[in-house]
């Protein structure tokens, strides 16, 4: 095992797994190295340096800048940014800029929001609602150029995902109806934001195919069109979800917006492990490399009108999971995060990554949190051009952007310095030069910098 896992306790294995675990491309297994002693000397960039500003540690030679902060930079319309920066989604921008489309995580009316996203005319869904989308645009080292309304009028926008066609859906965690949190409309939906047309975001409509639920963030892919939905809630647990097209749908810019409330098939993930048996829950997975066979159960009532989705289902019909959260295409897949389990499951976790390979139609553990380690919590998740992921905590204590080796090593990429507030939105310039990051109370994106090196 090497000094990076076993310092931290990151990856939980059995005898069976042994010592150089490597993280590979979707379509492969998980396999062990044949010498651990000839893996690379050691993961990441070397060790936090603290921030006489108390903002962010990073590794030597590493820096950032402030792109926005809540109550501090300002729009276009001239209102400040608003709070509670959640999931982001970056595109290659003008002049090899890049252009950010970022969530406001504000579950309150807006009548009491301190710092709401403004309801501009003909971009707002719900007048009782604070929530919504900023767009900003940066050139290409990170720096500000602009701020603006991309959705306003929803509620508790916390991840979302890119699509192939250069959109960002912002996914609403919340069932709240008409009538609650000061809602005037019900809420629970996925919204698209073009961070591009301003024209395409006008009069914001929920795509009601997706279903209602308290959503936490999707994955598109690109082949197939289908879309892998998180659903972060428990009482029970929530469920994995998969949107597959319908007979005659061309993903492409405007073609969720044309869909019918019940367009496609919604369905919830069931697990079956290697004997045939059903899993009824995520956390049982203890070793890395487990792997299930998948089927999707359909979803009687995709809206909820009386009954949440989560609900709909007996005992063994589908398999549950802790807090699904973050999600992100990337190796011809979905990675998938479960961020931890405690009295509400089977088997305590401080956090799973897994992925789906829809090829094979199957789900992988390929990283697993042990309980006690110095990490826990994991949230927001991207791909790393670099290689490996980056994961942003939500934990207890101190908070880290934690950067994963393709070998499984994990490294701290930034710790919070200001508090004890999660990490959310990771995402990599186009060019790769760039990781821009939030830390979510009040609400501050950093542009983070530096001799960033492949983690392969």
Sequence with gaps: MSEGLSRRGFLSRSAGVGAGVVLLGASDLLQ???????????????????????????PEGFSYSIVTEAGTTRLDSGEPTPSYHDGAGAFRGKAGG??????????????????????????????????????????????????????????????????????????????????????????????????FDAAANRDPQPIKALGRFSHEAVAVDPTRGDIILTEDASNPNGLLYRWEPPAGYKPRKGGLRELGPTDGALGAMRCT????????????????????????????????????????????????????????????????????????????????????????????????????????????????????????EDGEGAQYLVGVTEGGDAFEMARNQAGDTEFTGPVYSHDKKVLFANVQTPGTMFAITGPWRNQR
Excluded: M
């Design 32 to 58: 062990t190295a044949p010498n651990a002693a000839a893996a690379p000397a050691g993961p990441g960039y070397g060790p936090l340096v603290p921030d006489p500003a108390g903002r962010l540690a990073l």
């Design 98 to 195: 890049t252009t950010i489309v970022y969530n406001h995580e504000i579950g309150d009316a807006f009548a009491v929001a301190p710092l709401p996203v403004p309801h501009l005319e003909g971009l707002t869904y719900d007048p009782g609602s604070a929530g919504g989308c900023t767009i900003v645009e940066t050139d290409r080292d990170g720096e500000r150029i602009r701020e603006f309304v991309g959705i306003a009028g929803t509620s508790t926008n916390c991840a979302g995902g890119i699509t192939p066609w250069d959109t960002w859906l912002t996914c609403e965690e919340t069932e709240d109806r008409a009538g609650e949190s000061g809602a005037t409309v019900d809420h629970g939906y996925v919204f698209e934001v073009d961070p």
């Design 273 to 392: 492990d290697a004997k045939g048996a059903a899993v009824d829950d995520l956390s049982r997975a203890t070793e890395v490399g487990t792997t299930y066979d998948v089927t999707w159960v359909e979803v009687p009532d995709r809206d909820a009108r009386t009954v949440s989705t989560r609900n709909q289902f007996e005992d063994g019909e589908v398999t549950r999971g802790r807090k699904f959260e973050g999600a992100w295409w990337g190796d011809n897949g979905a990675y998938i995060v479960t961020s931890f389990a405690r009295e509400e499951s089977p088997v305590p976790h401080d956090g799973q990554v897994w992925f789906y390979d829809p090829r094979r139609t199957t789900l992988t553990l390929r990283l697993r949190f042990a309980p006690g380690g110095t990490f826990d919590g994991p949230d927001n998740i991207t791909v790393s051009p670099w290689g490996g992921l980056i994961l942003a």
